[in-house]
């Protein structure tokens, strides 16, 4: 369900280009941007970062393609996204202890270092190859065919390369015994008296 939600925007910028364009399709990614975002702060009182760095930046290329008129800048923005995430998960194998991917995931499973640090380098270069990707369809292909890519293409390529992480993991990777895992943070109500 996670993963719906995290593609709202795109599952909505897809329909609405179907049936309107693509103008109207920016207008309606970008609003379901900010209800993601909003839908999150107001369910758990935080925001994830993902989807705010998606939001900034669907605002501006996606407010630089109606403002402008040209399309191009909402090709980019998938492109922009994934190089920032490679950045971000290249710069965690130099900054702090431990890659992002096993920040991320070291509380569900326990693998080597060695097989974290492989892990994260592959998601750097997955988000590489997808920047790389959806920018050569972009150029290369009709807009159609863009905004079919941006969505079956990008999403295919994540859900084929997520697979391939479990199998890898499986090879290496034993559960947290329920002891070690964290336990799920309880929010007290807030007293508004």
């Known amino acids: 369900m996670k993963l719906l939600y995290d593609f709202f925007p795109i599952i909505l910028f897809f329909i609405a280009y179907k049936m309107y364009g693509i103008y109207v399709a920016t207008a309606v990614a970008m609003i379901a941007g900010v209800v993601q975002v909003a839908g999150g702060w107001f369910k758990n009182r935080r925001v994830e970062k993902m989807h705010l760095v998606s ?27 994934n190089w920032l995430f490679a950045a971000v998960f290249l710069g965690s194998q130099f900054i702090g202890e431990k890659p992002l991917i096993e920040r991320m995931m070291s509380s569900v499973l326990k693998a080597p270092p060695t097989i974290w640090q492989r892990l994260n380098l592959a998601w750097v270069l997955f988000f590489i190859a997808s920047g790389v990707a959806n920018i050569y369809v972009a150029y290369h292909f009709s807009e159609e065919t863009w905004v079919n890519f941006k969505l079956f293409g990008l999403m295919g390529m994540t859900f084929v390369f997520i697979i391939g992480q479990g199998v890898y993991l499986a090879r290496y990777a034993e559960p947290v015994p329920e002891e070690q895992a964290p336990e799920p943070a309880v929010q007290e109500p807030e007293n508004r008296a």
């Open 55 to 81: 939001l900034g930046l669907l605002l501006v290329f996606g407010g630089a393609t109606l403002l402008l008129q040209d399309p191009l800048f909402i090709k980019w923005k998938p492109t922009i996204v």
